[in-house]
C-alpha cells in the first residue's frame, strides 16, 4: 500500500476505504506542547458502515430528483458541500494492486480500471487503483484505512460505548441484552443517525461515549499516506468496531501545521493550507465524499488563545494554573479536509469605546426574496441547517470576531474592524442567509503563503492586506466571505475543478466590494471593468512566463487535495 510520489506530477493519494465504511463523526481530546512542537492526545471515530449509508444516499438522491434543480444543485446528495470525488479523474498509469475486494457471493461491480458502476458512483461510492479501498476479504478480515501522514500511532482499541450510562434507550432489540459487538456497534449505528433537532443530546452522548473504558486494543500498521487498522475475526465492515479510539501525537515536521512565531515573536501554531491537508494533525478520511462532523477539546498553556473552525465563539475554562482548555463544535457535516486550528497568542481587536458600532453584534434587516426562496427547500442530509433556519434569513451580519498579534491591533483596528460588517451585509444583499452562523478573522504569521484563506466559521488573513489602504483589504475580505457559499457550503464534483469556487469568488469580491461600498450602478460597473482588464494583462503576463504543462489543467494521478480556499 506504500507508495512514492513525485510533488512535481503527483497529486495526494486518497487511501481511505470510503466505499465500506464512514467515519460519521470525530471526538478530539488534545495537548499543544510549544516546546516539543508535538500536538498529543486522542481521537474517537464514530462510524457507518457501507450498508446504511448506501441506502441513505440512494434515499437521498431520489429526494433530490422529485425536487426542482434549484433546490438540488448539481444532482447530488449534498448539495451544500464540496460533492464526491469523480473517481474515473484518477489515473492508472501506474499500477498497484486493486484493493477493492468482494466478499464470496457479492458481484464486483468494478470495471477494469477499478472504478465501480455508475449506479455506485452516483451514490457518492468511488475507488481506484491509486485510491486502496479495501473492502470485504471473504476469509480474511476487514482493514479500516484512514489516511495519516507523519503521524505517531501508539495505539488503537475499540470502545466500550454500551457501559456509559443511558446509552441503553439505542438499544431496540430487547433480545441484545448480553454486551457485545453487535450490541455497542447498534448503539453507534442509532447515535449517529438521532434527528437533526436532537444535536445537541447527540453531542453530548459523543462525549460522553469518548471517554468511556477500551474493550480491546486492536491491531494496526502505517506506511507513507496511511493507517491501516483491523480487529480479529471482523470480515466486515458491518461486524468492524464502530467507535475506536485511536493514541497518537504529531511530529514536529509534521506537514498539515506549521510551528513559527507570530509578528510579535511570540510561538503560535495554525494549519497553513497544507498539500497533504489535515491527514498529519489526525487521522481522517480525505475523500470529499466523507462528510463529518466534529467535536474537540483542546488544552495549552494559559497564556494562548485556541481558534478552530467550530460553530461556537469558545471561551477559556482553567484547568489548574497555567493550563487552559477550549472545546469547539461542528454539527454540519464537512469534508476532514476544511477542519482548521489556530493556536498562539493572539489578541482580540475590538472597536475603541467610543465607537458606536459593536463588531459582535447580530443586525436585523428585511429578509430578501432569496432568502424565502431558500427557505425549506434544502435537499441535503439531515442536520441543523441555516438555510432552513427563517431566523437566519434576517442575519444580515453574523456575529464576527477578529484576532491578531498584539503589534497588529492598532492596525486592524483603523482598517480591518470597521470593513467586516459592511462586507458581511453586502454579501447577504446579494446572495441571502450566510451558510455559516458566526465568522474569527485572524491576521495570521508572516510566513503564510497567500493573502487569505477560508475556512468554515473562520478566516486566515496576510498582514499585507493592512497596508495597502481599505481597497486591498476589502476586496480580499469579500472575496474569502465569497468562498463561505462557492468552496465551503457548495463546490464542484471534484478537485480538478477548484477554478470554479475561484472564479465565482473572484468574480462576487467585485460585486459584494460594490455594494459595501454603496457605489452607484454606473460606478460599480467601471471599478468592475476596470479590475477585469487587470486580471486579464496578469494572466497574460503569467502565461508568457509559464512553462506549457503550467497552462493546461491536468486531471489528478492519484486524488484531490485542498480543502480550504484562497
Known amino acids: 500500500m506504500d507508495m512514492q510520489l513525485d510533488p512535481a506530477g503527483d497529486d495526494l493519494p486518497l487511501m481511505a476505504n470510503t466505499s465500506h465504511i464512514l467515519v460519521k463523526h470525530y471526538v478530539l481530546d488534545l495537548d499543544v506542547d510549544f516546546e516539543s512542537q508535538v500536538i498529543e492526545g486522542t481521537i474517537v471515530l464514530f462510524l457507518e458502515d457501507g450498508d446504511r449509508f448506501k441506502k441513505q444516499n440512494r434515499s437521498v438522491e431520489e429526494a433530490c430528483q422529485s425536487e426542482s434543480n434549484k433546490g438540488c444543485k448539481l444532482g447530488m446528495p449534498e448539495p451544500c458541500h464540496v460533492p464526491v470525488t469523480n473517481a474515473r479523474t484518477f489515473s492508472s498509469e501506474v499500477e498497484y494492486n486493486d484493493c477493492a475486494i468482494c466478499s464470496k457471493g457479492e458481484k464486483d461491480t468494478s470495471d477494469k480500471d477499478g472504478n465501480h458502476d455508475n449506479q455506485e458512483h452516483a451514490a457518492g461510492i468511488s475507488s481506484s487503483k491509486r485510491c486502496c479501498d479495501t473492502g470485504n476479504h471473504g476469509s480474511e478480515e476487514f482493514l479500516l484505512v484512514l489516511d495519516c501522514c507523519d503521524l505517531s500511532v501508539l495505539k488503537v482499541e475499540e470502545v466500550d460505548v454500551a457501559a456509559v450510562p443511558g446509552m441503553e434507550k439505542f438499544t431496540r432489540s430487547p433480545e441484545l441484552t448480553v454486551v457485545s459487538e453487535e450490541l455497542r456497534n447498534q448503539i453507534v449505528r442509532e447515535l449517529v443517525t438521532l434527528p437533526a433537532n436532537r444535536w445537541r443530546e447527540q453531542l453530548d452522548y459523543y462525549a460522553r ?29 458491518t461486524d468492524f468496531p464502530h467507535a475506536i479510539r ?23 501554531v495554525y494549519t497553513v493550507g497544507s498539500p497533504v491537508n489535515n491527514r498529519a494533525l489526525f487521522p481522517c478520511q480525505e475523500p470529499p465524499v466523507a462528510m463529518s462532523t466534529w467535536q474537540a477539546t483542546v488544552r495549552a498553556a494559559a497564556s494562548f488563545v485556541v481558534l478552530m473552525s467550530g460553530e461556537n465563539s469558545a471561551k477559556p475554562t482553567q484547568l489548574w494554573e497555567g493550563c487552559s482548555s477550549w472545546y469547539y463544535y461542528v454539527t454540519m457535516p464537512m469534508p476532514a479536509s476544511t477542519f482548521t486550528i489556530a493556536v498562539g497568542c493572539w489578541t482580540e481587536v475590538k472597536m475603541e469605546p467610543c465607537s458606536s458600532g459593536d463588531s459582535a453584534t447580530e443586525t436585523p434587516f428585511s429578509p430578501s426574496e432569496a432568502d424565502f426562496r431558500r427557505v425549506g427547500v434544502c435537499s441535503h442530509m439531515e442536520y441543523p441547517c441555516r438555510f432552513q433556519n427563517a431566523s437566519a434569513t434576517t442575519q444580515q451580519i453574523i456575529p464576527h470576531r477578529v484576532f491578531a498579534p498584539v503589534c497588529l491591533t492598532g492596525a486592524c483596528q483603523e482598517t480591518l474592524l470597521q470593513l467586516i460588517p459592511p462586507c458581511l451585509s453586502a454579501a447577504h444583499s446579494v446572495l441571502g442567509t450566510h451558510p455559516f452562523s458566526r465568522l474569527d478573522v485572524l491576521i495570521v504569521p508572516a510566513n503564510f503563503p497567500s493573502l487569505g484563506m477560508a475556512s468554515p466559521h473562520i478566516m486566515f488573513l496576510s498582514q499585507s492586506i493592512l497596508t495597502g489602504g481599505s481597497h486591498l483589504c476589502g476586496t480580499r475580505l469579500c472575496h474569502e466571505i465569497a468562498h463561505a457559499w462557492f468552496g465551503l457550503a457548495l463546490g464542484a464534483r471534484d478537485w480538478t475543478e477548484e477554478w470554479l469556487s475561484e472564479g465565482f469568488a473572484s468574480h462576487l469580491e467585485d460585486v459584494f466590494w460594490a455594494a459595501a461600498q454603496q457605489l452607484a450602478p454606473r460606478e460599480a460597473r467601471e471599478q468592475q471593468e476596470l479590475r477585469a482588464c487587470l486580471r486579464w494583462r496578469r494572466l497574460q503576463d503569467e502565461m508568457q512566463s509559464s512553462p506549457a504543462e503550467m497552462q493546461v489543467l491536468r486531471f489528478p494521478h492519484v486524488g484531490g487535495h485542498s480543502g480550504n480556499f484562497s
Request: proline share 4%.
Open 209 to 237: 461515549c469518548s471517554q468511556a473504558a477500551g474493550c480491546g486494543e486492536l491491531l494496526f500498521d502505517t506506511d507513507t499516506w496511511s493507517l491501516q487498522i483491523r480487529k480479529t475475526g471482523a470480515q466486515t465492515a
Open 246 to 268: 485511536i493514541w497518537y501525537k504529531t511530529k514536529p515536521e509534521g506537514r498539515s501545521v506549521t510551528w513559527t512565531s507570530d509578528q510579535s515573536g511570540r510561538p503560535c
